[in-house]
């Protein structure tokens, strides 16, 4: 260790050759907002000084600017619906280099043999993936998930190197009341990070959730969220998801005084999106558009992430840093060409040097996990029962939804889908309880079909959309016999299908492959008239996620999730 250090100050002092020299940067200094022309000298994956220096290999930047490798702050892999392996391969090519990932997609499904995996599979691999332990698996009682992961489950894994700490806590009522179980899991992070997910939290109930260790929180919605809780000294990670985008609300309230409190996140970004718009990146080009300081914009994706995770040698571009960075162009249009990695090129003008995922990862012991009740399709009939329907109703490019209760025919009449009124059915799926429950969506516009998946949050149930029972009946069935995955059947046609192996929510193919499927599948559902600012799949996927405001269905029922109880699909 001695020896190593001494040989590095000498280099540093440039007494002796750097390994390499990287000329002719534009490098972007996020301590300082400044563009430094000079030159970068690394060694052994490190930079150990950065002016006039000497190097065993020099290599030329062409005059491009410099930017310090992305982090996201806040992301489920398996929302991309591949593999760490996989997904790594698209985020190199968009300049992340780092993630924070939250497993409780697959923690859902298979438990701590789930986040076995995701820890598994993350080895190996040019990015560098930290994972924070889920938190909530299930997220609340009002739905049943293949798991339940309680404070005792987590401890074995808490001391990974690559644990962060706690997982997004979306059981926020259960930390106010005291929960046993949630206030171990607290306690177990102890010393480390605790995201939140506290959406609708104000004042003195948000006092608590802070004092309870809660650092962050990716679910504002609003500027005045944003600012309450900048102002009691929470991180806020501004969103850009597929079904979620939050940087438009939200990029006004940034500043030279916070902005060292915030950061970026895109939480959840289907295959499809990833590749044409790209990730955190994707966050900074947004933004810049709005009129965000493109230095501000690279400082809430590099050193301000890296500051609140601890991670010390990442973020930035100078000495004793990780030799992780990229070049663009310029930083309005922010197109990553060339990348290194410790040093290493890993992408070449845009395009990766090599393939990281070299096939199918197909983990028999994810598969097999759809299994359902007896079903007929009379099961997924609704009567009329009162005046009123509690109604689901979307908001636009948004996972949060509103109730309101409105007349879809007299009682005693079985309800009719319409192009304003869709039939929505969740089922649970991992230990065929016989669970069911059917609900009504406004502003989806689904005609003439049904759309199925095992993709809903939180547990990943089965959940399907339609205007009539026998396309439902029939997606369901395609479903079961595929063991998971999504499927959209017309006029009794299957459409398009696409398997999802591992987990029912994860496919064995590469990014590209998955959104090749994934496209199709958008394709497929464009004949059903679809409303276009709805995500088709994520859309449906979030519409069962009983911790977002304010009605959501699970298998258990319709759920008020603003006073988090059941209700009645009909008053």
């Known amino acids: 260790m001695e020896k190593r250090l001494q040989e590095e100050i000498q280099k540093a002092r440039g007494l002796e050759?750097?390994?390499?020299?990287?000329?002719?940067?534009?490098?972007?200094?996020?301590?300082?907002?400044?563009?430094?022309?000079?030159?970068?000298?690394?060694?052994?994956?490190?930079?150990?000084?950065?002016?006039?220096?000497?190097?065993?290999?020099?290599?030329?930047?062409?005059?491009?600017?410099?930017?310090?490798?992305?982090?996201?702050?806040?992301?489920?892999?398996?929302?991309?619906?591949t593999t760490p392996k996989a997904f790594s391969e698209i985020l190199l090519k968009h300049g992340?280099?780092?993630?924070?990932?939250?497993?409780?997609?697959?923690?859902?499904?298979?438990?701590?043999?789930?986040?076995?995996?995701?820890?598994?599979?993350?080895?190996?691999?040019?990015v560098d993936m930290y994972f924070m332990l889920p938190s909530c698996v299930p997220s609340g009682d009002f739905e049943t998930?293949?798991?339940?992961?309680?404070?005792?489950?987590?401890?074995?894994?808490?001391e990974d190197k690559k644990v962060l700490g706690l997982g997004e806590l979306m059981n926020f009522p259960g930390l106010l009341a005291g929960d046993k179980d949630v206030l171990k899991k607290a306690a177990?992070?102890?010393?480390?990070?605790?995201?939140?997910?506290?959406?609708?939290?104000?004042?003195?109930?948000?006092?608590?959730?802070?004092?309870?260790?809660?650092?962050?929180?990716?679910?504002?919605?609003?500027?005045?969220?944003?600012?309450?809780?900048?102002?009691?000294?929470?991180?806020?990670?501004?969103?850009?998801?597929?079904?979620?985008?939050?940087?438009?609300?939200?990029?006004?309230?940034?500043?030279?005084?916070?902005?060292s409190r915030i950061v970026f996140c895109t939480d959840d970004r289907d295959p499809e999106d990833l590749i044409r718009e790209g990730s955190i990146d994707n966050n900074i080009r947004k933004s810049v558009s709005l009129g965000l300081d493109p230095i501000d914009g690279i400082k809430m994706a590099t050193i301000n992430p890296a500051s609140v995770y601890g991670l010390n040698n990442k973020g930035a571009i100078a000495p004793g840093y990780e030799a992780t960075f990229f070049t663009v162009d310029n930083l309005k249009d922010f197109q990553i060409q060339d990348l290194f990695v410790k040093g290493e090129k890993k992408v070449s003008e845009g395009e990766l040097k090599e393939n990281i995922f070299k096939g199918k990862e197909y983990i028999k012991e994810l598969g097999?996990?759809?299994?359902?009740?007896?079903?007929?399709?009379e099961d997924l009939e609704i009567k009329i029962t009162g005046e009123k329907a509690n109604i689901i109703e979307l908001v636009s490019q948004n996972i949060t939804t509103t109730l309101v209760k409105e007349n879809?025919?007299?009682?005693?009449?079985?309800?009719?889908?319409?192009?304003?009124?869709?039939?929505?059915?969740?089922?649970?799926?991992?230990?065929?309880?016989?669970?069911?429950?059917?609900?009504?969506?406004?502003?989806?516009?689904i005609t003439g079909g049904a759309v199925a998946q095992t993709i809903a949050h939180d547990s990943h149930n089965l959940i399907c959309i339609g205007d009539n029972d026998e396309d439902m009946y029939q997606a369901i069935r395609?479903?079961?016999?595929?063991?998971?995955?999504?499927?959209?059947?017309?006029?009794?046609?299957?459409?398009?299908?696409?398997?999802?192996?591992?987990?029912?929510?994860?496919?064995?193919?590469?990014?590209?492959?998955?959104?090749?499927?994934?496209?199709?599948?958008?394709e497929a559902a464009k004949n059903l008239g679809i409303n276009e600012d709805v995500a088709p799949f994520m859309t449906l996927g979030f519409m069962s996620l009983a911790v977002i405001p304010e009605v959501k269905l699970t298998d258990k029922g319709l759920i008020d999730t603003l006073h988090f109880k059941e209700i009645p699909l009909f008053e």
Not at 484 to 513: F, H, R, T, Y
């Open 188 to 259: 177990l992070a102890e010393g480390k990070i605790i995201d939140g997910h506290g959406p609708g939290l104000v004042g003195k109930d948000l006092n608590a959730y802070i004092l309870a260790g809660v650092k962050t929180d990716h679910e504002c919605s609003t500027e005045e969220e944003m600012k309450e809780r900048l102002r009691r000294g929470m991180i806020v990670q501004i969103r850009e998801g597929s079904a979620t985008k939050n940087i438009e609300a939200l990029i006004p309230v940034v500043n030279k005084e916070n902005l």
């Open 408 to 445: 879809v025919g007299e009682p005693g009449e079985i309800f009719v889908p319409s192009k304003e009124y869709s039939k929505v059915a969740v089922i649970e799926r991992h230990n065929a309880t016989g669970n069911k429950a059917l609900g009504i969506l406004k502003g989806y516009g």
């Open 17 to 81: 050759k750097a390994e390499k020299v990287y000329v002719n940067g534009k490098v972007v200094n996020v301590f300082t907002s400044e563009i430094e022309e000079i030159s970068i000298a690394v060694d052994k994956g490190k930079i150990i000084g950065l002016g006039d220096y000497e190097g065993e290999e020099v290599i030329d930047l062409e005059g491009k600017y410099v930017v310090p490798g992305l982090i996201d702050s806040h992301v489920h892999i398996e929302s991309s619906m």
């Open 368 to 377: 097999n996990t759809v299994r359902l009740p007896e079903l007929t399709i």
């Open 145 to 158: 998930a293949g798991a339940v992961l309680g404070a005792e489950e987590l401890e074995e894994l808490i």
């Open 478 to 522: 395609e479903i079961e016999k595929m063991g998971g995955g999504q499927a959209i059947v017309s006029k009794g046609e299957i459409l398009a299908e696409m398997p999802l192996p591992i987990g029912g929510i994860m496919s064995d193919l590469s990014v590209v492959e998955t959104a090749e499927n994934q496209k199709k599948m958008f």
């Open 96 to 126: 992340v280099t780092t993630i924070i990932a939250d497993p409780h997609e697959i923690a859902n499904v298979k438990g701590i043999e789930g986040i076995k995996f995701m820890l598994e599979e993350s080895k190996d691999v040019p």
